[in-house]
T-cell receptor, first 114, second 115 residues
Framework: EPEVTQTPSHQVTQMGQEVILRCVPI?????FYWYRQILGQKVEFLVS????????KSEIFDDQFSVERPDGSNFTLKIRSTKLEDSAMYFC????????????FGPGTRLTVT | GENVEQHPSTLSVQEGDSAVIKCTYS??????FPWYKQELGKGPQLIID?????GEKKDQRIAVTLNKTAKHFSLHITETQPEDSAVYFC??????????????FGAGTRLAVHP
């Protein structure tokens, strides 16, 4: 069964450093998303991406964040200058978008900013 | 603004009992309501969903009901088993212009099924 994959599973970085989180969505899906989950809290929407552009972003997704689909399979989230409060689980999700709403999530990347 | 409230935050049941988790949503434009199961260290896994033109949907031991008028939807798990133990999240999908959408999640319910 196709699934969303994410790398790395855990990333430790120092405050102020740049990180890139990688995702491989399900191959025939058209819509891609990033969500985050701070430990013990609810899953929060960050950004949605379609047709090589951002379709919506939340207030969390400020100028320090960017997304990219550098090739036909990968979808990346970059944080330019990490802050302590960026520590969270980051989930990538994808959906077919052709008359269906289901979003399928990857296993997540745990980002720890020290 | 858009919000999804979920209750209870924790639920403890004996194996074989039923479990019910309830959610309410604020955005009347929401039209799709999925439920996700999250096991420790894993991503949310879609287990069942319901669209706004349906009042109830069942898949083996799990069922979801939707009351659009009251903006309530619930997850029902019957004959619970220890492997049902996990955190369950409800969500409401807000359909945006252009076909885009985003999920608004509830805070989660930690379900513990005791043998």
């Amino acid at each position: 069964e196709p699934e969303v994959t994410q790398t790395p599973s855990h990333q430790v970085t120092q405050m102020g450093q740049e990180v890139i989180l990688r995702c491989v969505p399900i191959s025939n899906h058209l819509y891609f998303y990033w969500y985050r989950q701070i430990l013990g809290q609810k899953v929060e929407f960050l950004v949605s991406f379609y047709n090589n552009e951002i379709s919506e972003k939340s207030e969390i997704f400020d100028d320090q964040f960017s997304v990219e689909r550098p090739d036909g399979s990968n979808f990346t989230l970059k944080i330019r200058s990490t802050k302590l409060e960026d520590s969270a689980m980051y989930f990538c999700a994808s959906s077919d978008g052709r008359g269906t709403y289901e979003q399928y999530f990857g296993p997540g990347t745990r980002l720890t900013v020290t | 603004g858009e919000n999804v409230e979920q209750h209870p935050s924790t639920l403890s049941v004996q194996e074989g009992d039923s479990a019910v988790i309830k959610c309410t949503y604020s955005d009347s434009a929401s039209n799709y309501f999925p439920w996700y199961k999250q096991e420790l260290g894993k991503g949310p896994q879609l287990i069942i969903d319901i669209r706004s033109n349906v009042g109830e949907k069942k898949d083996q031991r799990i069922a979801v009901t939707l009351n659009k008028t009251a903006k309530h939807f619930s997850l029902h798990i019957t004959e619970t088993q220890p492997e049902d133990s996990a955190v369950y999240f409800c969500a409401a999908l807000r359909l945006l212009s252009g076909g885009y959408n985003k999920l608004i999640f509830g805070a989660g319910t930690r379900l513990a099924v005791h043998p």
